[in-house]
Structure formats: structure tokens, C-alpha cells
């Protein structure tokens, strides 16, 4: 059985920001991604302090507590192929899906006020369907 994707809402984008939907979830930049032909992705276009979310479902979520959208207090590692972009990790059900959501900051030490920055950005998400 395929499960539809549902839709991903942010209602907090930083001014310069943008969101979109993927094929399974959706993103928010804190800043201008521009999409040409040689396009790298987000994270060679990040900026120092830039600020990533990522919303992806996995699958069916049996037995899995509801997604939490709180920052951890600690990273759980870097971003793959980085040592200057924390990534936190918060995984969960949401709309009847395995939900993973990532926030990764371009910097080894963010700051109290982009971790701020980035739970405000948490709490505006809204995930279609519930």
C-alpha cells in the first residue's frame, strides 16, 4: 500500500527564506536558494548561520509516539560531509506517518538565538491532516 504524502506548512519563514514541498515532505531555507543547472543542493548554497529543515515520512508508524517538535539540547551529529553544520534529528508520528524532521545549522557552535530562530521555526510547522 502506498500512503500519500501529506502536505508540510511553515507558518514562521525567515525574511529571505523559502519553503517547498519535496515528493516526501518539504524544506525551509533561511535563506535564497537559486535553482539553475549546475545546482548543488541546499547545502553547498548555505550560508555561515544558515538554517535548514527537512520534513521527510518514512513509512507506517506502529507503536511510535506522536512527533515532538522541540530542539534537542544537543545535536545529534553533523550534517553528512560536514564539521561546520550541526544537525539535530526529532523522529515521530505525524499524519499517520514515520516522520523524520531535521534541523541543520551551518555552524559548529550556533548561538543561542539561532537555536532560538530555529525552534520558532519548529513550532510553525504544520504537517496537513491533523
Do not use: C
Amino acid at each position: 500500500m502506498i500512503l500519500a504524502t501529506p502536505p508540510v506548512y511553515f507558518d514562521t519563514v525567515p525574511a529571505g527564506g523559502e519553503y517547498w514541498r519535496s515528493g516526501n515532505g518539504g524544506y525551509l531555507t533561511s535563506f535564497p536558494v537559486r535553482v539553475n543547472a549546475s545546482f548543488d543542493g541546499w547545502a553547498a548554497a548555505m550560508p555561515h548561520n544558515g538554517i535548514v529543515v527537512t520534513v521527510s515520512f518514512l513509512g507506517a508508524p506502529p507503536g511510535r509516539r506522536r512527533l515532538a517538535l522541540e530542539l534537542p539540547a544537543r545535536p545529534t551529529g553533523f550534517l553528512e560531509g560536514t564539521k561546520d553544520t550541526v544537525e539535530y534529528r526529532m523522529t515521530g508520528r505525524a499524519a499517520g506517518r514515520l516522520t523524520l524532521v531535521r534541523v541543520d545549522i551551518r555552524n559548529a557552535y550556533p548561538s543561542a538565538a539561532l537555536r532560538a530562530l530555529a525552534q520558532r521555526i519548529l513550532w510553525g510547522l504544520r504537517i496537513g491532516w491533523e
